[in-house]
Nanobody, 125 residues
């Protein structure tokens, strides 16, 4: 099982990026998925999560109103649209998938069984 995150890069403050996370090796269409990030010198933190159908989402307060998580189960892919980016959004972004079918969306890292390799987002001021 692999989760391949992509879409990171360098962007100016106020700009936008769209991250993608494509899963292979098994389907996650019945499983919640999420995004986390880790800034230099800091611990990994929750960013956003989405339930198996896409009907329910949850966000960290720091990104609420600026980021949108979505999924395409036919493509086994989850996305993170990031708008109005700030320098403090600079981090390595990781996608994650839970092994629990039909589980609710969750912000707890321990609820996720599969992790991608991360993609670097750098926001310049």
């Amino acid at each position: 099982v692999q989760l391949q995150a992509s879409g990171g890069g360098l962007v100016q403050a106020g700009g936008s990026l769209r991250l993608s996370c494509a899963a292979s090796g098994r389907t996650f269409s019945s499983n919640p998925m999420g995004w986390f990030r880790q800034a230099p010198g800091k611990e990994r933190e929750f960013v956003a999560t989405i339930n198996w159908s896409g009907s329910s989402t949850n966000y960290a307060d720091s990104v609420k109103g600026r980021f949108t998580i979505s999924r395409d189960n036919a493509k086994n892919t989850v996305y993170l649209q990031m708008n109005s980016l700030k320098p403090e959004d600079t981090a390595v972004y990781y996608c994650a998938a839970s092994g629990r079918r039909y589980y609710t969306e969750t912000d707890r890292p321990t609820d996720y069984d599969y992790w991608g390799q991360g993609t670097l987002v750098t926001v310049s001021s």
